[in-house]
Nanobody, 121 residues
Framework: QVQLVESGGGLVQPGGSLRLSCAAS????????MYWYRQAPGKQRELAAS???????NYADSVKGRFTISRDNAKNTVFLQMNSLKPEDTAVYYC???????????????WGQGTQVTVSS
């Protein structure tokens, strides 16, 4: 089994910052790409940022220049530093990891439970 646990969400004023973390544990050989998705009320889930196993990041246009994705491979953790937050960034944020499993040597996607980010004055 593999579990992803997120932390770091909360309420912040416009222009503020938050840092999200997502740590994986369990039967892991290695982790390939890592992702942060978000889902605003009444909208579809969208990809905010991703990072390859080699550390190359990609961003949605809506967050480029404000969000930074990073990873700590030794701790099986992905981070999302969010700066200059706007009300439209309000959403539930989910991490996803592509995990190479130790138990059966297969590759599967795993999701975190989601963490609420609210940007409001």
């Amino acid at each position: 089994q593999v579990q992803l646990v997120e932390s770091g969400g909360g309420l912040v004023q416009p222009g503020g910052s938050l840092r999200l973390s997502c740590a994986a544990s369990g039967s892991i050989l290695s982790i390939n790409d890592m992702y942060w998705y978000r889902q605003a009320p009444g909208k579809q889930r969208e990809l905010a940022a991703s990072i390859t196993s080699g550390g190359s990041p990609n961003y949605a246009d809506s967050v480029k220049g404000r969000f930074t994705i990073s990873r700590d491979n030794a701790k099986n953790t992905v981070f999302l530093q969010m700066n200059s937050l706007k009300p439209e960034d309000t959403a539930v944020y989910y991490c996803k990891m592509v995990v190479y499993r130790r138990t059966d040597y297969t590759i599967r996607d795993y999701w975190g439970q989601g963490t609420q980010v609210t940007v409001s004055s």
